[in-house]
């Protein structure tokens, strides 16, 4: 229980790198953990991800201000990984919010941002 606890506390702070080295109590061996390339939460209708650049999604806004929405989604891209669909309103990226801000804005801080991205979408279910 407490190496799973310490996995997850290792897995949210981890920012650079894919893997770590963590020494088993035991055995005081090395070995490699891999962290996978996307996680998600949903509350229902928002959706808090964070994925590794390159996110592989596609990102449109009609007219500025306004919602900017994934319009397309890499079925390989750690996007997709963590969870993000198509129709997903983006509404902030690393905690900040994003809507009232223009498409180029919000590219340039996604640009900006460590090689994990967290971002919030809001998600609309289909009729």
Do not use: C, H
Not at 38 to 55: C, K, M, N, T
Not at 58 to 73: C, H, K, W
Not at 101 to 107: K, T, Y
């Amino acid at each position: 229980m407490l190496m799973k606890a310490l996995l997850i506390i290792l897995a949210a702070a981890l920012t650079i790198s894919d893997a770590f080295i963590v020494k088993s109590a035991p055995t005081n061996q090395p070995m490699v953990m891999f962290v996978s390339s996307g996680f998600s939460f949903s509350d229902g209708q928002q959706i808090l991800v964070s994925a590794q650049r390159p996110l592989g999604i596609v990102l449109e806004q009609d007219e500025s201000p306004g919602d900017i929405v994934a319009t397309n989604v890499d079925s390989d891209g750690s996007a997709a990984a963590a969870g993000v669909k198509e129709g997903d309103v983006l509404l902030a990226v690393q905690n900040a919010s994003v809507e009232n801000a223009s498409l180029d804005e919000v590219l340039a801080f996604i640009g900006n941002a460590p090689k994990v991205v967290n971002m919030r979408f809001l998600r609309r279910e289909s009729d």
